[in-house]
């Protein structure tokens, strides 16, 4: 009967971490969909400012200043969404790490949208 006992235990115990690892491979994978969902808003965001008319005559350092400001709720939510992904991904990396490369992320965004702006914009008279 302690056998039977054991060994139900042992099943309910691997039934349990495998339920537990699953579970956090489901986590970890909602993480990543959510915040490659969000990147994905934010570039479409900035796509848009980019596209934008009355960006014509702005210089490299006013188109800058005006996508630094622009999108701010996608901004914003890319970067909640991809510091979660790490924090699910890398529990055991302090959260100011994250948090920097979180920011990084934006700020790459950000470069990358005005050196396109810089490279396909009309020649200066």
């Not at 005559?57 to 969404?81: I, N």
Request: net charge neutral; charged share 25%; glycine share 6%.
């Amino acid at each position: 009967m302690r056998m039977l006992m054991l060994g139900a235990a042992l099943v309910m115990t691997s039934a349990a971490m495998t339920y537990s690892a699953m579970a956090d491979d489901d986590d970890a994978r909602g993480a990543q969909k959510l915040a490659m969902q969000g990147r994905d808003d934010y570039w479409h965001c900035l796509a848009r400012e980019y596209s934008r008319d009355s960006n014509q005559g702005l210089s490299e350092q006013d188109f800058g200043r005006s996508v630094a400001g622009a999108c701010p709720s996608e901004r914003q939510y890319y970067r909640v969404a991809l510091l979660d992904y790490l924090t699910t991904q890398y529990p055991s990396i302090d959260s100011g790490a994250h948090l920097a490369t979180a920011n990084r992320a934006v700020e790459s965004a950000q470069k990358d949208i005005v050196t396109a702006f810089v490279k396909h914009r009309p020649p200066q008279k």
